[in-house]
């Protein structure tokens, strides 16, 4: 199963100047299509950050990453360079069917600026741009690379994902509360199979410690086995147990 992550970048969402949609939309496809959806970053537009983001997610084997902003022709935007840098370890090159793209779109305002968005990593393959024609692109079908803007970068994504990444079985889960601390129930949640998706998050409720239990997995019946096996066994500790 592939690793999906998400690279947002954009100064101005950690200095509070915009508010994040990325990853809520990117995360709904994932859900929708039953992709594992691994981690989510949101950084400064830093190149070594950048870079060590993206050198993280190139050492995951079964990663795919969609990436959201950097691609403008201004100083701060440094997506580009740096993902050339990380996935190819070549320089920028001119993209002829970019400059065609950006030529069309600006005519003589393409130059001299405008036309830098047309400098790619190579054999980079262009993600088309539903409003104004200057492109996203990917490498490897693996790397995405989109513009910040939503409107740009989501039907980038969809069609990638709907190209690339056909729909996996959905998978079921079970989510239910148990009045407990996390601590009480540990030894239950370490006897779980491996390949049954887990996670506990401990919370009060009414000035009462609850832990909600969520599991999952592409089998209904797995999931159904081990959800009862989980609550039996708190029972059996005298917890009180709550559908979710």
């Not at 990853?23 to 190149?47: K, Q």
């Not at 190819?88 to 001299?112: N, S």
């Not at 803007?149 to 069609?159: G, L, N, R």
């Amino acid at each position: 199963m592939h690793h999906f992550y998400s690279v947002i970048i954009g100064t101005e969402l950690l200095n509070g100047r915009r508010v994040d949609k990325h990853f809520t939309f990117f995360n709904t496809e994932l859900r929708n299509r039953g992709l594992s959806h691994v981690a989510n970053f949101v950084i400064h537009d830093t190149p070594y950050l950048i870079q060590n983001c993206f050198n993280t997610i190139l050492a995951d084997p079964k990663s795919v990453m969609f990436c959201f902003g950097g691609l403008g022709a201004t100083p701060d935007d440094l997506t580009r360079q740096i993902a050339s840098d990380v996935f190819t370890a070549q320089p920028l090159v001119l993209h002829g069917e970019a400059k065609e793209l950006i030529e069309t779109q600006f005519g003589d305002e393409a130059y001299p600026h405008r036309i830098q968005m047309a400098y790619l990593p190579p054999n980079a393959t262009l993600l088309p741009n539903v409003i104004n024609n200057v492109p996203g692109f990917q490498l490897f079908n693996r790397f995405f690379f989109t513009p910040g803007f939503p409107s740009m970068a989501w039907p980038m994504i969809t069609k990638a994902l709907d190209t690339h990444f056909p729909s996996q079985t959905k998978r079921y889960s079970i989510t239910f509360k148990i009045e407990s601390s996390e601590n009480d129930l540990i030894e239950i949640m370490q006897n779980l199979p491996q390949e049954l998706e887990f996670s506990s998050l401990p919370r009060f409720e009414k000035d009462k410690r609850v832990v909600e239990i969520y599991l999952a997995h592409t089998d209904p019946s797995f999931v159904k086995k081990w959800a009862n096996y989980f609550k039996k066994e708190a029972m059996l500790l005298g917890k009180l147990i709550k559908d979710c």
